[in-house]
């Protein structure tokens, strides 16, 4: 069965600071799909990335980065100069190959502090 | 990427009535899905809404409680039956293409209250 590890119920930065959410992974697939998703406080789900099994290469973009380490089962999501509107739930989630649809680790609320 | 739209965005009703949320996707979609995400809690897939077939519900979820419509490839609804205090979360409904290399994405919920 597939499942999804987020660790961190709630972190607590200050403006600025560097953060990174965990998320840990299980499957038995050797095709499958990780995702991260936001929900800001409004509630609606913003996509953020896909990354697919045989992707290992880390992603950038812009305050946000990803490291994806398949030998440890992390997904790991890095948000570098936090702010403020960074604040929201956080969540990783796992696809299998065939049918999209997803399993949902627990999320993690980050708050951000001026 | 697709856009998608959720009717209502939020409603209260009355323990022992129903709901329809309608879900519409502003492109043709193969996979269209129905979650529930509870109080602070993450989100549970509810079934997997067919074109031209029955719904498919996940473990935990029956047709009767929440019967889904898929009548085309841009629009779903999902059904809250005889709904009581525990129905009372958000519903959000998500599609994705016919390649598993699309990215599903999300409406922005129903946030349904039920007294």
């Known amino acids: 069965a597939q499942k999804v590890t987020q660790a961190q119920t709630e972190i607590s930065v200050v403006e600025k600071e560097d953060v990174t959410l965990d998320c840990v992974y299980e499957t038995r697939d050797t095709t499958y799909y990780l995702f991260w998703y936001k929900q800001p406080p409004s509630g609606e789900l913003v996509f953020l990335i896909r990354?697919?099994?045989?992707?290992?290469q880390n992603e950038i973009s812009g305050r946000y980065s990803w490291n994806f380490q398949k030998s440890t089962s992390s997904f790991n999501f890095t948000i570098t100069a936090s702010q403020v509107v960074d604040s929201a739930v956080y969540f990783c989630?796992?696809?299998?190959?065939?049918?999209?649809?997803?399993?949902f680790g627990t999320g993690t609320r980050l708050l951000v502090s001026p | 990427s697709a856009v998608i739209s959720q009717k209502p965005s939020r409603d209260i009703c009355q323990r022992g009535t129903s709901l329809t949320i309608q879900c519409q996707v502003d492109s043709q979609v193969t996979m269209m899905f129905w979650y529930r995400q509870q109080p602070g809690q993450s989100l549970t897939l509810i079934a997997t809404?067919?074109?031209?077939?029955?719904?498919?519900?996940e473990s935990g979820f029956v047709i009767d409680k929440f019967p889904i419509s898929r009548p085309n490839l841009t629009f779903s609804t999902l059904t809250v039956s005889n709904m009581s205090p525990e129905d009372s979360s958000i519903y959000l409904c998500s599609a994705g293409g016919a390649s598993n290399t699309d990215t599903q994405y999300f409406g922005p919920g129903t946030r349904l209250t039920v007294l």
């Open positions: 990354r697919n099994s045989f992707d290992e």
């Open positions: 809404a067919n074109q031209g077939s029955e719904a498919t519900y």
């Open positions: 989630a796992l696809s299998d190959g065939g049918f999209q649809k997803l399993v």
